[in-house]
Structures are given as structure tokens and as C-alpha cells.
């Protein structure tokens, strides 16, 4: 029956009114849509020049050449208030923004790490603390947190006559926390380049014992010869450079005055409350990262490779942690671009970060709301991209291949 | 092979009976338990000894100060001073205990708060009939809480003369009720409009799906605080000249488009975990696009991501805090203006705000992410075996 010549199937499609026909209709759909998007973006510009014409409010982008006029507590190039242009003051809130990302993600990669690590130990009580860590910093919002570190810790610490006093001549005061300051001398590039170098000849060791092996079977020392080399190359050439009696670096220490400290490096207490904010904050979000990253790795993972004999070490490092990274990368990766990102809160305690110069002072200042957030959405937008597309790139690279 | 049983040394069968091997040691009980968990080892000794460590410099000071050298009643700054009271004071929630009203409902008129606790209600039923998963009706639930809720809010907060409810003025509003209030309307708004632009994102119309990436890529890739100052700026800028928009509206603009971004990544995780047959078993019933989406796809995606849901209503509801940047009156910043009363002019009374307003984000935050654990094992559990 079903078979029967008679029901051919029609040789061509019926025709439909263009009203039913889907591909119309999708058409159709984007037109619309992208009429009312532009409709809506043409209204809101056009709305814009108008209210800025009636303020007198400048246009374009001509008031970055501008002097700025305001001075900056925390500022790593040179910024003066009577020379220093509106240009040179997102250069230094970019740079602010930029230090603080840098540092709390290392500290709270290792703070991170730690804990996800310590909430997974078979010691019941070491991992009931690291849980309640995470839940209790999870759970409190960042700027109740940033506002506690600066107002009520940072603020209610004694003045600089009585200074505390942290072991390895670091003191801690109102004014901040005041560390060791290392002041290199001429000829102390040398150091960078000794640790270029050894960078340089560990991955050219690594590669070549990886094809010796490949070859003849034979395993190479790879991470003591590294190590020897990353680090016993700068310290080599500080040994020869001392003894040259041209001191690389020295350490200026800081003194406990009468009055006052004197030299080190003054980390300001808005600095160190960002950091210990974010640092403290993040952690908590990465231990977690990193205790889903670890369990994600079967058992049957660590049974086999010692079933084959494998060492708890190799173990660890040939099976469990390449696995366990697969899953920890993209995640922790967010978690960088959300501290990057939450380093903006510093608005609330007065660190100069980009936010705080730019769209604080500068708007203010001149204005001009729509160069002034455009150009700071921009620079973080630019950050969450690059580091979307960097992330695209490292997951295609590890992503599991299956036949 | 061909050797007898003869041939065969016997030396490796044993002549002597065996001594009796000691007792086992304990496997079960509170000692046993502390054996395997605490002490198995030298180093897991030694960790236990440092988990004791910490526990020793962290819980005496903190019950000090939160209960033992607390300070529970009192009217003004001299119960909580040391100088005056003689003895060191931890805490001093005679000051919180003073403050309540002004940290739930900020300068809102005593004799309209009434209508703030009705809203505080209507709020609870709402969100108590759409957390319940068992709830009767919950579509009228959803539509309550999408709709009416919403309306019915702000007639009774903002005012309405010919209902006999005066009006009163948004500036007026603070504390939690304006933290609520925040937190709500981001939900309320974002959900909706998160759906939306996931189904765009996941369209087949090249020119729908790149508007809706767009749009969700902007608003992930900026903080918070930058959408913020731009409602704040911008918002009145991009309308026409004649029309002001209200000081605690442009906030909430922002921070509806920001969280509707994030929600459209969640509820998109549903979609995609959705098998394509449901679709195509849609459609070859005759559903149209939007009866498939409405009737079989995105009732089984959006009860997949309640717990992504709910743990993005947490991310929100800390994030409310960042309002007070903008001059917003939220509960942070009742907290910041009550700390500086000289009438409370005592040296624990900052700590004490702080660590009330932590207590009241940390009860909520944490309530909301044992349900969000409670609803996923559930789901899981037709997975379990």
C-alpha cells in the first residue's frame, strides 16, 4: 500500500502565500527588529545632542589634552594637578586598576587554591573551617567587606608613633602599611635579563628531553634542571654583580621616627583595603573552583594510574592535575575578569582606580558623561573580550577529544 | 608436571597453630571517628592541631565581642562606652536595637510604614509561592508575582490620593525596604527579558542573534558600578529634555539591564540542555515557534535553572549594595549615615553596624543557597540510583 505508484510525491512543493512562508517571515522579523534597535539608537542620540547643546556642555573628545587641575593620591608615572592633562589621568586610574587586578589575583589564586585544596582534606576539621571560609565570604557582599577593612580595621588602627610592628621590618598604621622598598640601581636589568635567559633555556631543557624521551624512553630531570636554571641564573649573576661591588638592588628599610616612619614603601590603607578585599573575597570563589575541578576527576582516574604503577606523585601530576586543570581554567578565568571587574568598588573607598578618577573627577569635572563612560566601558569591555577570546582559544586546545 | 605428591617439599605448610592476632581496632564510635578524621597521620595530627590553632585565635574574641562584652540595651552613646561603663564593650546592638526603623525602612513617614510592612508581605507570599515546588496554581502564582505584585507595590509604596494613600516621594524610601525593592525589580524585570534574549541568542535569524549577543556581551563585560553612574548620567541625557526620570528609577534601569544579561546565560544553559527531539516533537505536532517554547521547551529549561536562578538572585542582591555609591538610600547606606550620629558617637558602634548588616546578607544569601541545593538535589534525584 505504501508503496503504490499512485501516491507519488509531488515533484514540487505547493506554493504558499509569502505570508506563511517561513523564510519571509524570518526576514521580516530582523527587518523589524533592527528598525526599532536603530529607531531606539537614533532617538537616544538624538535626544543626547540636544540636552548637551541646552547644557553648553562640550562635545568630542578634545578635553583629554585638557589640564586636569586635581591631584592623585596613588599614582605610578609621574601626575602633577597644575601640568598633568584629563589624558594623563586615565593613564594613571588605568594603571591603578591594573596593579590592584594584578596583585589580588596572584594572592588570591594562592589564598584560592589553599583553601579549595583544604576544604577537600581528609582531615574533618581543616575542611569544616575552609567551608565555613567560603560560605561565610560568599555570602556578605564585596563593599560591606571593603567598607569593613577600611573604616573599621584600617581607620581604627594607631597612629604612626605607635606604629605596629609586623615581623621583617614591616609596620602597619593609619597611613597605611609600610614595607621594605628594594631601589635598584643602574646596572640591575641585568637581573630580568639572567631570568629571561633561564626562562628561556628551561623550555629549550624541557623540549628536548620531552623528544628524548619520545625517542629512547629515558626520563631527564626536567623540573630540578629547570628550577636550577629559572632561578640559580638571577641569583648567579646578583652573586657576581656584589661581588663586582656594583649592588643590583638594596633594601631600604623603614624606620621607626619619633614622629613619623621614615623610607620604605607606604602602601596607602585605600590600597591595602582594596586588596585585602578582593584577595579575601575571590578566594572563597575560587577554593570553590577548584574543589569542583578536583572532584570532577574521577576516582577511577587515580585507581587506574596506580594500577599502573604510577607513584602518588606522578599521580598527581601526570593524571589527576591536567584533568583537574581542564575544568578549573575557564571558571577561574571569570573569576579573574569579576575581580578585575569588582576592583571598581574602590570608588567606595577612595582609591584612585579608573572608576574613581575617570568617571568620578574627570566627569565631574568636565561633564561630558558620554566620552567619559564610553571610554571607561570600553577599556573594560576590551579586558572581558581579550581575555573571552584568549579563554576560546585555550578551551579549544585542552577541550576533550573523543573519537 | 609429572612429579607426585611425594616429590613435593612441604615446608611451606605451616606445622604450629598461629598466636590469635590482636583484637581490631575500633571502627565505629566518636574515638574511632577521631581517629580516622583527625589523627590518621603525623601530618593529619598536625593540621588538626592548626585547624585548633585557628579556631583558638579566631572564636573567643569573636564571642566576645558578638555576645559575652555586648551591649544589648542602652539609649545613647554612654552605655557604650568603656570609659563610661568600665568595662571593655564588645558589640553595642543597644545602638542596632535603636536604629531598626531607620535601617528598614529609612526616612519613609511613620505613619505610612504600615503600607511598607503590607509590601513586605505581599513580597513573602510571592516569593514563597514561586520557591514552593509544590505550590498550588503556580502559574497564578507567576502571574502574581510578574504582574500584580509589581503594580500592586508600587501603588502602595509610591502612593496613590484617590486610594486614599498618600504619595511619598522615592526619596523618602531606605533601608532594606529599598534593598528589597532593588533586588525585586531586578528579579522581576530581569527574568522575563533574560528568556527573551536567550531564545534570540539561540535563534536561527542571523540579525536577531547578533543584536541579542551584543546586548548580552556588553552588559557581562562592564562592572556594575560603571552601569550605574552611566543610568545615572546617561539615562536623563538620552531622554527628551522635559522628561525627568525619578533618582531611584535610573539605578534600577541599569541594574534590570545588567542582571536580564546574566539571566539570559542561565536560562540559555537550560535551553541547551534540552534535547533537540522535544523541539522537533513540538513541531511536528503542529506548534507553532513560540506554543513549542512556551508549552514544552521552556517549562522543562526553566526547571532545570531555578538553582542557577536563585544563585543569580544572590549575586543580585549583594550587588544591590553598590547603589549607595550612586546616593541611593539602600541598607548600607542607612548603615553609613547612622554610624556618624554623634548621639552613637562610641568606639565599637562602627563595627557593630557592620557586622549587623553582614549578619542580615548572610542569613538571606545563605538561606537562598541552601534552597538553591535543596531544589538541585531534588531534580537529581529521578537521576540517582
Given at each position: 500500500m505504501s508503496n503504490s505508484p499512485s501516491v507519488a510525491p509531488p515533484s514540487r512543493p505547493p506554493r504558499v502565500s509569502p505570508l506563511y512562508d517561513p523564510r519571509v517571515r524570518g526576514w521580516a522579523y530582523q527587518i523589524l527588529l533592527v528598525l526599532a534597535v536603530g529607531l531606539l539608537v537614533w532617538a537616544a542620540i538624538d535626544n543626547a545632542a540636544e540636552n548637551l547643546r541646552n547644557a553648553r556642555i562640550a562635545s568630542g573628545f578634545g578635553f583629554l589634552s585638557n589640564t586636569a587641575g586635581f591631584d592623585v593620591s596613588q599614582s605610578l608615572v609621574p601626575f602633577a594637578a597644575a601640568s598633568s592633562t584629563y589624558g594623563q589621568a586615565f593613564v594613571v586610574g588605568l594603571l591603578n586598576t591594573l596593579i590592584v587586578a594584578a596583585i589580588g589575583i596572584v594572592l588570591a589564586t594562592l589564598l584560592g587554591f589553599l583553601i579549595g585544596v583544604a576544604r577537600l582534606s581528609p582531615n574533618w576539621m581543616l575542611a569544616k573551617l575552609a567551608g565555613v571560609y567560603v560560605e561565610v565570604i560568599r555570602n556578605i557582599p564585596l563593599l560591606l567587606q571593603l567598607l569593613f577593612w577600611y573604616v573599621a580595621v584600617l581607620s581604627a588602627l594607631p597612629g604612626a608613633?605607635?606604629?605596629?610592628?609586623?615581623?621583617?621590618?614591616?609596620?602597619?598604621?593609619?597611613?597605611?602599611?609600610?614595607?621594605?622598598?628594594?631601589?635598584?640601581?643602574?646596572?640591575?636589568?641585568?637581573?630580568?635579563?639572567?631570568?629571561?635567559?633561564?626562562?628561556?633555556?628551561?623550555?629549550?631543557?624541557?623540549?628536548?628531553?620531552?623528544?628524548?624521551?619520545?625517542?629512547?624512553g629515558r626520563q631527564a630531570p626536567v623540573g630540578l634542571v629547570g628550577l636550577a636554571l629559572v632561578l640559580g641564573l638571577p641569583l648567579a649573576t646578583w652573586g657576581v654583580l656584589a661581588l663586582v661591588g656594583a649592588d643590583p638592588v638594596t633594601v631600604e628599610v623603614p624606620v621607626k621616627g619619633t614622629f613619623n616612619l621614615r623610607g620604605g614603601l607606604q602602601l596607602y590603607p585605600e590600597f591595602v583595603a582594596l586588596v585585602l578585599g578582593l584577595t579575601l573575597y575571590t578566594a572563597a570563589f575560587i577554593a570553590e573552583v577548584v574543589r569542583a575541578g578536583i572532584q570532577a576527576v574521577s576516582r577511577g582516574q587515580t585507581e587506574a594510574a596506580r594500577a599502573l604503577g604510577l607513584q602518588p606523585g606522578p599521580t598527581l601530576r601526570l593524571v589527576v592535575i591536567p584533568q583537574a586543570m581542564r575544568v578549573i581554567v575557564p571558571p577561574l578565568t571569570s573569576q579573574y575578569l569579576n575581580l578585575t571587574k569588582n576592583s571598581s568598588l574602590a570608588v567606595a573607598i577612595g582609591y584612585p582606580d579608573l572608576v574613581q578618577v575617570f568617571m568620578g573627577t574627570v566627569l565631574n569635572q568636565t561633564g561630558q558623561a558620554v566620552e567619559v563612560v564610553a571610554i571607561t566601558m570600553a577599556v573594560y569591555l576590551s579586558i572581558s573580550l581579550v581575555t573571552a577570546l584568549v579563554m576560546n582559544v585555550y578551551n579549544r586546545r585542552v577541550a576533550l577529544v573523543e573519537r | 608436571m609429572s612429579a607426585g605428591p611425594q616429590a613435593l617439599s612441604l615446608s611451606f605448610i605451616r606445622r604450629e597453630t598461629v598466636p590469635a592476632a590482636p583484637p581490631p581496632v575500633l571502627v565505629s564510635g566518636p574515638l574511632a571517628w577521631a581517629r580516622a578524621n583527625l589523627f590518621s597521620g603525623p601530618g593529619n595530627t598536625l593540621l588538626t592541631l592548626l585547624a585548633l590553632a585557628i579556631l583558638a585565635l579566631a572564636v573567643p574574641p569573636l564571642a566576645r565581642f558578638l555576645v559575652i562584652d555586648a551591649v544589648f540595651t542602652g539609649a545613647n552613646r554612654d552605655a557604650c562606652r568603656p570609659d563610661v561603663v568600665g568595662h571593655p564593650v564588645g558589640a553595642c546592638w543597644a545602638f542596632v536595637a535603636q536604629k531598626i526603623n531607620y535601617f528598614v525602612y529609612g526616612s519613609y513617614p511613620i505613619e505610612e510604614r504600615w503600607r511598607a510592612n503590607v509590601f513586605f508581605g505581599l513580597a513573602a507570599v510571592g516569593i514563597g509561592w514561586l520557591l514552593w515546588l509544590d505550590a498550588p496554581r503556580r502559574g497564578l502564582g507567576a502571574l502574581y508575582v510578574f504582574v500584580i505584585f509589581p503594580l500592586a507595590g508600587y501603588a502602595l509604596l509610591a502612593g496613590v490620593p484617590a486610594l486614599g494613600l498618600a504619595k511619598v516621594p522615592t526619596a523618602l524610601w531606605g533601608g532594606m525596604l529599598v534593598t528589597l525593592v532593588v533586588s525585586l525589580v531586578g528579579i522581576v524585570a530581569s527574568l522575563p527579558l533574560g528568556i527573551l534574549l536567550a531564545l534570540g541568542r539561540r535563534s536561527q535569524l542571523p540579525l536577531v542573534r547578533l543584536v541579542c549577543v551584543i546586548f548580552i556581551e556588553f552588559w557581562r563585560g562592564v562592572p556594575l558600578i560603571t552601569v550605574l553612574f552611566m543610568a545615572n548620567v546617561m539615562?536623563?541625557?538620552?531622554?527628551?529634555?522635559?522628561?525627568?526620570?525619578?533618582?531611584?528609577?535610573?539605578?534600577?534601569?541599569?541594574?534590570?539591564?545588567?542582571?536580564?544579561?546574566?539571566?539570559?546565560?542561565?536560562?540559555?544553559?537550560?535551553?541547551?540542555?534540552?534535547?533537540?527531539?522535544?523541539?522537533e516533537g513540538a513541531a511536528s505536532l503542529g506548534l507553532s515557534y513560540w506554543q513549542s517554547m512556551r508549552l514544552v521547551v521552556l517549562p522543562q529549561a526553566l526547571r532545570i535553572v531555578i538553582p542557577g536562578i536563585v544563585n543569580s538572585f544572590i549575586a543580585l542582591f549583594k550587588d544591590t549594595t553598590l547603589v549607595s555609591i550612586v546616593g541611593i538610600f539602600d541598607f548600607i547606606r542607612t548603615i553609613e549615615s547612622a554610624r556618624v550620629d554623634p548621639n552613637w558617637a562610641a568606639p565599637t558602634v562602627v563595627t557593630t553596624g557592620y557586622a549587623f548588616a553582614a549578619l542580615f546578607y548572610f542569613v538571606f544569601c545563605f538561606g537562598m543557597s541552601r534552597y538553591a541545593l535543596y531544589v538541585e538535589r531534588r531534580l537529581a534525584a529521578g537521576q540517582r540510583r
Open positions: 608613633r605607635e606604629s605596629l610592628s609586623l615581623p621583617g621590618s614591616v609596620f602597619l598604621n593609619q597611613r597605611g602599611l609600610y614595607v621594605p622598598k628594594p631601589i635598584l640601581a643602574a646596572d640591575a636589568w641585568a637581573i630580568p635579563l639572567a631570568l629571561g635567559l633561564g626562562l628561556a633555556a628551561a623550555i629549550a631543557y624541557r623540549v628536548r628531553a620531552r623528544h628524548r624521551q619520545a625517542r629512547t | 539615562l536623563p541625557l538620552f531622554l527628551p529634555g522635559d522628561v525627568t526620570v525619578d533618582r531611584l528609577m535610573r539605578p534600577l534601569v541599569g541594574i534590570a539591564l545588567f542582571s536580564a544579561a546574566y539571566m539570559a546565560e542561565i536560562v540559555r544553559g537550560g535551553l541547551q540542555a534540552i534535547p533537540r527531539g522535544q523541539t
